[in-house]
């Protein structure tokens, strides 16, 4: 019987963890309330943060309580353009700009969006990696969903009550720039897990791992692996429907209309 291998392993939690003890907070939403639905709520940005762990920079927003003397605070993820000072509005009559925050629904088609709830009042899911955005392809009206472009390509169908910020997320561009030595990419990985450095399974003994051993550092069977395959099998292209280079023009699922 082999060793039980690194993928199994990291299911274990201990050395696996994530590094979140420096993170600034969950980057969400207001929780959606009668302000945003029927009207429009002013914030201010206090200040954009770094995030560690994280390529996007956050927006540290505070908006004045619609119902008690208090404030609220609200983390967010910052759109391209943002700066410390700017009022930035947040619900269904709020005006087209970026940094507002209003329903899909209220947006006219080809708007280019980010931080997108996929299902109303889960305070934001898609679209939130540095660069990244979504564009509001089509509308339905009579059944109030809105037909959106995610930043794989592919298209999804969501109410029209969703809530999305305007403009792309700041920090675009990120991974373009070169690693060069070895010590930046030991600190980009330090802030999010223990993920680097990574040892191939072919440069392993055959007991660590299924594509271990051998004269020469090769897999000797097919990489491809099965879905029902037990854990201690399962490394390499796992229930691949194709394997190889693509080659072609690339179609995308869903994208004849």
């Known amino acids: 019987m082999g060793r039980v291998i690194r993928s199994q392993r990291k299911g274990r939690g201990s050395v696996f963890k994530s590094h979140n003890t420096h993170r600034k907070g969950a980057a969400k939403y207001r929780v959606l309330d009668a302000a945003e639905r029927h009207h429009y709520i002013k914030g201010v940005v206090k200040e954009i943060i770094h995030d560690p762990g994280r390529g996007a920079p956050l927006a540290k927003v505070v908006y004045r309580d619609p119902v008690r003397y208090k404030q609220q605070k609200v983390l967010t993820i910052a759109p391209e353009g943002v700066y410390s000072g700017q009022f930035v509005y947040s619900g269904k009559k709020a ?29 934001g899911t898609l679209a939130r990696c540095s660069g990244d955005y979504v564009i509001v392809v089509a509308h339905n009206t ?10 794989s390509g592919s298209k999804k169908v969501v109410s029209s009550a969703c809530r999305a910020t305007v403009g792309q997320v ?27 450095p990574k040892v191939r399974g072919v440069a392993m003994n055959p007991v660590e791992h299924p594509h271990g051993g051998g004269n020469h550092q090769h897999i000797g ?25 693509l080659r072609g023009t690339s179609v995308v699922k869903g994208d004849k209309e």
Do not use: F
Request: aromatic share 4%; net charge positive; glycine share 14%.
């Open 95 to 123: 005006v087209l700009s970026v940094g507002n925050t209003l329903p899909l629904g209220e947006m006219p088609e080809g708007t280019i969006v980010c931080n997108v709830e996929s299902k109303a009042g889960d305070r």
């Open 142 to 151: 009579d059944s109030g969903i809105t037909r959106i472009k995610l930043p």
């Open 170 to 196: 700041a920090g675009g561009g990120r991974t373009e720039k070169p690693m060069l030595k070895a010590g930046r990419a030991y600190w980009a990985a330090k802030a999010k897990r223990n993920s680097w």
């Open 221 to 245: 069977h097919a990489s491809t692996v099965s879905r029902w395959a037990p854990p201690g099998q399962k490394v390499g292209l796992i229930a691949a429907r194709r394997t190889g280079r």
